[in-house]
């Protein structure tokens, strides 16, 4: 089984920068995509970024020019280096873990990844 551990977030005032790391052990290790999602409350889990295993990369909207996701592949660690912070940012952020290969794009929802992280809380303050 794939286990997922966030680390990295916290409380940071508008304009300013956190780094997220997510790293995985155990299982087969056929992971292809790492990524993460974000909740705030009474939202929907809303894709922030994902990148695959060769580098291919997704953003989200809402954090594109702004946040940057990178991987080492030999640590099975993702990273989301997150500037320029808004109140808005402001979310539960889980790291997730994907096994889909071969689509045109990156996973981007949901239900195409497997493992999941427990979340860790950034705070963004005006």
């Known amino acids: 089984q794939v286990k997922l551990v966030e680390s990295g977030g916290g409380l940071v005032q508008a304009g300013g920068s956190l780094r997220l790391s997510c790293a995985a052990s155990?299982?087969?290790?056929?992971?292809?995509?790492m990524g993460w999602f974000r909740q705030a409350a009474d939202e929907q889990h809303e894709l922030v970024a994902t990148?695959?295993?060769?580098?291919?990369?997704k953003y989200g909207d809402s954090v594109k020019g702004r946040f940057t996701i990178s991987r080492d592949n030999a640590k099975n660690t993702v990273y989301l280096q997150m500037n320029s912070l808004r109140p808005e940012d402001t979310a539960v952020y889980y790291c997730?873990?994907?096994?889909?290969?071969?689509?045109?794009?990156?996973?981007?929802?949901?239900?195409?990844?497997?493992?999941w992280g427990q979340g860790t809380q950034v705070t963004v303050s005006s």
């Open positions: 997730a873990a994907s096994k889909r290969n071969g689509g045109l794009l990156p996973p981007q929802y949901q239900y195409e990844y497997a493992y």
């Open positions: 155990g299982g087969d290790f056929s992971i292809n995509a």
């Open positions: 990148i695959e295993r060769d580098g291919a990369t």
